[in-house]
């Protein structure tokens, strides 16, 4: 089918045809396929004057809440909800595949982008993602998830290395990709400008071959970041598809198939992966559905209240009871001049937007005077003197305040990194004004990252995070402080005391062109609780209007050749007086020491809905795969063993645990001359014929000998490299004979 077409027209299937589409190619079936920009909402441009990092040509579409709020949710079938919705949008507007979601791991609170992200753990960040990615491809739209890998970092993005240990590469920051298309098998994966370990990610052949194609036989089509392609032919040669956005007067593709420098059938593999990606898409090009812009807003203020933290109630101001309270002051800027999505690629040209005060005044101002009061100003080229008198005034008149607080648009955006974790001066400032003129204060925070709230915590009764709302932003927080919708989300990031305290503080955002990630796998809650930190909230942390109770822990231990590991099961009781939802958050704390292990993980999750009163038996499997921890000699490793299971409502709110003994497979590490002389003589068949043949040579004599011998020292030698102890007079072994040993076995 590829010989009717001539090679230079097939190298224009590398590359897009414009800013937004791919070449086609109607000999080899391949029609024009459309991107378009969207994690959480579509960004479609005007393909004549494109506008990568504005909105301001976009059509106007869903703004729905991002992946930072999303994932508070920690509830699949909601986020499946929202990508069918966009997949719907989507094809209205005749986009083919959605670029995102973004998955990168949350390494530090300072990411400029980390709103578009999930977690810091891997795990919840790809059965997420995964939800999302079968809710666009239901409707028959591509998703791309983005940006394989470890751009966790905006500060030189384009050119950085990320300088990780394999461990911590696998563990943690490709694990969230693997899970992700595990769960959720997205078509097309984008990758991400950084490099790693000193190589480019769109030109990584162990990255795009080695481990994506052959380790996780993944069949889609791989997607540069717009201008992350420098050598196209090394691209194509590594395993890129598509580089993007399209050169195709770029001749480099063309002259090295002319000259035989790439081979034709790397073109060709290009072509059937294409080919696939079109025929997935088919529906989206054969049918046009009118886009129900109503239905979404209403889908997007659900689930901006659903995913909402209920993060610090002490004085129980919430629900707020119109009964109960007389007169209420709005303060803040960002009340009426809302935040409700982050800036940059993702910035989404809303259908409407509504703001929390608007939203309060119309639910409550009939019945309750709702009073408005700046407070500070969002843009530093507005006038600096905040308008804190007013504020306070307004405070001291009034029986509560609705005090809003967050990140300026400013401080977040694609393209830069914040420098602290502490909401504005100006802000800090506000809310110790006001809490001293009246206890009785509500916060509501809009941010896309995560802010400390440690210095001011306790001076105020009730905090909520709302993150970034999307466009329902008003409704949505009205919702929730009226008690319309009992909040349920719980963190999907720490939320640290100090930046100092955070495993990335010192290696970030790197230098000379480097950025070492010296923390390894212990990167959020794994590094909070190996160092026994204090954090201003856990992961997994959120309250609700009602209370719940744990009780009659089971495991069950399913045999070796079963993919489950384990079974974990408890009751679940509501035992307040509102309905609601919690999340069973189940952590395996590894204690077989074949590795560093952390102190316990995330594995399985569930999000139950019930009633006052009500009680549920809820299930939950542990697959073996998610066990596995990867050794950087041996591979991906669970040797079994005691394993304590701990349930609760957050990572450090325990409520039920046990330990459990699981059955593994004894971790076999290849011997080398390097390997230690005990690692040698422990090994099942190198030991008893080492020892044959130094037993046959008269033993070992010499230091090495007098070591062995002596019952205080005899554990010295066995640690050294059998390369090493080959050196010393009296060891009979050379390494010539210890490496024809090797071959023998």
């Known amino acids: 089918m590829t010989g009717h077409v001539p090679a230079a027209e097939k190298a224009l299937l590398t590359t897009g045809a414009d800013y937004w589409s791919t070449h086609p190619v109607p000999e080899l ?216 956005p399209g050169q195709p007067s770029d001749p480099r593709v063309r002259d090295a198939l002319a000259n035989g420098t790439l081979d034709e059938a790397v073109i060709d593999r290009v072509a059937e992966r294409l080919r696939l990606l079109a025929s997935r898409t088919e529906q989206s090009r054969t049918t046009r559905p009118v886009a129900d812009f109503d239905a979404h807003h209403k889908i997007a203020r659900r689930a901006a209240a659903e995913s909402a933290v209920l993060l610090h109630d002490d004085a129980a101001l919430l629900p707020i009871d119109s009964a109960e309270v007389s007169s209420i002051a709005v303060i803040g800027e960002l009340a009426r001049t809302p935040r409700y999505q982050g800036a940059g690629s993702s910035a989404v040209n809303p259908t409407r937007v509504v703001t929390a005060l608007d939203a309060l005044q119309a639910r409550l101002g009939e019945t309750i005077p709702v009073s408005f009061a700046p407070g500070y100003v969002l843009q530093s080229n507005q006038d600096a003197t905040a308008p804190v008198d007013e504020a306070v005034a307004l405070a001291q008149s009034s029986q509560l305040v609705v005090l809003f607080l967050g990140l300026p648009p400013s401080y977040e955006a694609e393209g830069r990194d914040r420098t602290t974790i502490e909401l504005p001066a100006d802000q800090v400032a506000l809310v110790k004004a006001v809490a001293a003129a009246n206890s009785r204060v509500v916060v509501a925070l809009s941010n896309g990252s995560a802010v400390t709230t440690a210095e001011w915590r306790d001076t105020v009764g009730s905090i909520v995070e709302f993150w970034l709302t999307g466009q329902a932003h008003g409704d949505s927080i009205a919702d929730v402080l009226l008690g319309e919708v009992n909040p349920s989300g719980k963190l999907p990031e720490t939320v640290p005391v100090r930046l100092e305290d955070t495993s990335s503080y010192l290696d970030f955002p790197g230098e000379m062109g480097h950025v070492r990630h010296s923390e390894g796998i212990h990167v959020g809650y794994r590094w909070f609780d190996a160092r026994r930190l204090e954090v201003d909230y856990p992961f997994g942390h959120g309250l609700s209007y009602t209370t719940f109770g744990y009780t009659d822990l089971h495991t069950t231990v399913h045999d070796l050749d079963d993919p489950t590991a384990l079974t974990v099961s408890i009751t679940l009781t509501n035992t307040g007086s509102r309905a609601g939802a919690e999340v069973v958050q189940i952590y395996v704390g590894d204690r077989s020491a074949v590795l560093q292990m952390p102190e316990r993980e995330l594995r399985s999750f569930a999000k139950v809905h019930l009633a006052a009163g009500a009680s549920q038996r809820v299930e939950l499997p542990i697959a073996r795969a998610d066990l596995e921890h990867f050794h950087p000699e041996a591979g991906w490793i669970f040797a079994g063993g005691q394993m304590e299971v701990s349930v609760g409502a957050s990572s450090r709110d325990i409520r039920l645990q046990t330990t459990v003994k699981l059955p593994g497979h004894p971790v076999e590490v290849p011997l080398t001359v390097w390997s230690q002389l005990g690692d040698w003589m422990a090994h099942p068949a190198a030991g008893p014929a080492l020892r044959k043949v130094i037993e046959e040579r008269g033993g070992i004599k010499g230091r090495i000998g007098d070591l062995l011998s002596d019952p205080v020292t005899k554990d010295s030698p066995l640690t050294f490299p059998l390369i090493s102890v080959t050196q010393f007079p009296g060891f009979p072994i050379s390494t010539e004979d210890a490496q024809d040993l090797l071959n023998r076995l």
Request: aromatic share 6%; with cysteine; charged share 25%.
């Open 29 to 244: 079936g391949l029609p024009r396929i459309r991107v378009s920009d969207g994690p959480h909402g579509l960004r479609v441009q005007d393909d004549d004057n494109p506008d990568h990092l504005g909105r301001g040509r976009s059509m106007p579409c869903t703004c729905f809440p991002p992946a930072v709020t999303l994932a508070s949710s920690w509830d699949p079938q909601l986020i499946h909800n929202i990508g069918a919705a966009l997949a719907r949008e989507a094809r209205a507007l005749g986009v083919d595949v959605v670029l995102g979601p973004g998955i990168e791991i949350k390494r530090s609170p300072l990411c400029g982008r980390n709103f578009e992200y999930y977690s810091e753990d891997p795990l919840l960040t790809g059965r997420l993602a995964g939800a999302m990615i079968h809710g666009l491809q239901s409707q028959g739209v591509g998703a791309c998830v983005k940006h394989f890998a470890c751009n966790t970092q905006e500060t030189d993005r384009l050119r950085v290395s990320a300088d990780v240990d394999e461990r911590g590469l696998r563990e943690i920051y490709l694990r969230a990709f693997e899970l992700t298309i595990r769960e959720g098998n997205p078509w097309a994966v984008m990758s991400a400008y950084n490099r790693i370990n000193g190589v480019f990610a769109s030109e990584n052949p162990w990255l795009l071959t080695d481990i994506l194609r052959e380790e996780w036989r993944y069949d889609g089509v791989v997607i540069s970041d717009w201008g992350a392609v420098h050598d196209p032919v090394a691209a194509l040669a590594a395993g890129l598809d598509l580089r993007m």
